[in-house]
């Protein structure tokens, strides 16, 4: 299994944009191999959500409601990959997670990473 440690800033301004880096570590893997890459978040009192992921041919998918806003992107030279989400507002405030899957016996999830939108 790898382990997944997502890396951020915890606090950014209404409008500006939102970058969160998951970094990859552990067992050998190749970014072509089985694996999907995510990003999911949690706001308060909401349920988990998924924002989007890669899929292990490199197609990215995308939530319906965020795609115009949200980005993801891979660096396999620094086994990471990154989110992008812009013009944030309140509502994006959230704990962010990273994850990894290949199946239901080959699942790991970043610790999580708390982003608060406010001025």
Known sequence: QV???ESGPDLVKPSHTLSLTCTISGDSFTFTDDY???????APGKELEWIG??????IIYYHPQLKIRASISRDASKSLFILTLTSVTPEDTAVYYCRGVVNALTDSWGQGTQVTVSS
């Open 36 to 42: 999907h890459w995510a990003w999911l978040r949690q």
């Open 3 to 5: 382990q997944l440690q």
């Open 53 to 58: 992921w890669i899929a292990p041919t490199g």
